[in-house]
């Protein structure tokens, strides 16, 4: 099996309508990507993985959609106006720009820059002549920070007060509606707030196809719990995320805990799950223990109680926040690298597959009708029933070896060959991916078996 390049995959995704450069058409603007008609698929997928695991089947768990513009103070409560920043430092020799702490940490194959003064950072990267990854040479500026929230204005005046951010980070939007969810749902501790949404980050560094974007999607998940429960949730939910990664397919042996050392102002404890990209281990989900930093906050800013009343204990208190958070878009490039794979055939020819776990194959059944001419009819009687049910896909052109091909690369579960025998008999052959094994089954049968396969 032959280990795919990141220049293939994003080839691929543009080729297959998985992904294509945003705003191509205008020369692309950088770090953004949009999704196209099977990629946008695979997203929603994902997502309803996500729904199922997380708020379907986890007892006390509530989804909301939140707005992304939300009041300015909530990002000075939250620390963001005061402290997302990233400390950046240009060659003067070739113009890049770059974090002076990841080119601290790459060349000393270590973490020691972020714990660094903006001083202390430049003096190091001097006194060991730290290159300039682009040109090679150690010319670099002073270090400045740079806001990653973005900035609009609301109304017709562009001043100080109609300042709103987009947001760079779902949690809020579920810590300033803990209250309403509590009370709405009557809700006992511990519960969580789920919510899958955009978020914006004014990225400067590169960013590996969609691995770093400016505009990305979340699915976050804050669990409310009493102080005391914190450490079991923490831990439970670092093994939840685990496993949510292996039942969407990604292998164990490409997953690892990353425990923090340095923590967030808000943290007692944080880990993140990494992926081996081709490019390295890269975060695709972070376990947070937010203690009640956040409510504290949002109390003291909003001038509202955010304290829970134990209807057990009668006592009032802050409740601890575990936060579960996963990158949308880097889980979708974990699953298509994982998933895409070349095999040698025996009579020498490659076949191209996307075994993605059924359930999030952007179509789960494609009809063919053998021969066009004599079978399409049928085929396209058994394509309207089939997509009330499934995402269906039917494709009536080429030799059906060739279509089978197509369909692989696209990820299809099952392909259904329609031909002689589905006229006179009602019998249709159905072809498996990842096996390519052919089975007969009565064309009442079809929905079922499929049904079965694809349960996630
Ligand atoms: N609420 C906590 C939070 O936002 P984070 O580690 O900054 O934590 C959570 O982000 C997840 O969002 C990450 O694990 C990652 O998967 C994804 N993410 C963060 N920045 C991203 C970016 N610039 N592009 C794509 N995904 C990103």
């Keep these: 099996m032959e280990k795919i390049t990141m220049e293939k995959m994003v080839n691929l995704c543009k080729q297959y309508g998985f992904i294509f450069q945003g705003s191509e058409i205008y020369d692309g603007l950088a770090n953004t990507w949009d999704y196209g008609p099977l990629g946008s698929r695979l997203k929603n997928n994902v997502k309803d993985a996500w729904r199922k695991r997380f708020i379907q089947e986890r007892p006390n768990a509530y989804e909301v959609d939140a707005d992304i513009l939300m009041h300015p103070r909530v ?16 060659c003067r020799e070739c113009k890049t720009r770059h974090r002076a702490d990841n080119l601290i940490n790459d060349f000393s194959n270590s973490s020691i820059g972020d714990a660094m003064t903006n001083e202390e950072m430049i003096n190091y990267i001097n006194e060991n002549k730290v290159p300039c990854p682009k040109c090679g040479k150690t010319n670099f500026t002073e270090i400045r920070q740079f806001k990653l929230m973005f900035e609009t204005h609301r109304g017709v005046t562009e001043d100080a007060k109609s300042v709103v951010y987009l947001r760079p980070e779902n949690a809020q939007g579920e810590y300033v509606n803990f209250l309403n969810v509590q009370r709405s749902m009557r809700a006992k501790l511990p519960f969580s707030i789920g919510q899958i949404g955009k978020a914006f980050r004014n990225e400067i560094t590169p960013g590996n196809f969609t691995f770093r974007t400016i505009e990305f999607e979340q699915m976050e998940y804050q669990t409310f719990c009493k102080k005391g429960n914190d ?10 995320g685990k496993k949510f990664y292996m039942d969407l397919g990604l292998p164990e042996e490409k997953l690892r805990f990353h425990d ?47 304290e829970y009343l134990d209807p057990e204990t009668n006592e009032k208190y802050i409740p601890y926040i575990i936060e579960s958070t996963y990158g949308l878009d880097r889980t979708i490039l974990a699953l298509l690298f994982d998933a895409y794979h070349e095999d040698e ?10 075994s993605l776990h059924p359930y999030l194959a952007p179509y789960k059944v494609a009809v063919l009708p053998l021969v066009k001419k004599y079978h399409s009819e049928k085929a396209l ?65 079809v929905e079922n078996y499929v049904k079965e396969r694809i349960q996630f």
């Design 75 to 90: 990002w000075a409560a939250s620390g963001h106006v005061a402290s997302f920043t990233d400390r950046l430092t240009d």
């Design 231 to 240: 450490e079991e949730l923490y831990n439970y939910f670092k093994e939840y």
């Design 260 to 306: 923090h050392e340095k923590l967030a102002h808000y943290a007692k404890a944080a880990c993140d799950i990494e992926y081996l990209f081709p490019f390295g281990w890269g975060e695709v989900n972070g376990t947070h223990n937010r203690t009640d930093f956040d409510l504290t906050r949002h109390q003291e800013y909003s001038g509202r109680s955010m």
């Design 345 to 354: 055939l025996e009579d020498g020819t490659t076949r191209e597959i996307l």
């Design 381 to 445: 009687e058994v394509y309207n029933k089939l997509s009330k049910v499934f995402m269906t896909t039917y494709d009536e052109t080429g030799n059906i070896g060739k279509r089978y091909r197509r369909e692989d690369v696209i990820g299809t579960p099952f392909c259904i060959t329609i031909d002689d025998e589905t006229i006179n008999n009602n019998t249709v052959t159905i072809r498996d991916r990842d096996t390519m094994e052919q089975i007969t089954l009565n064309l009442d049968e």
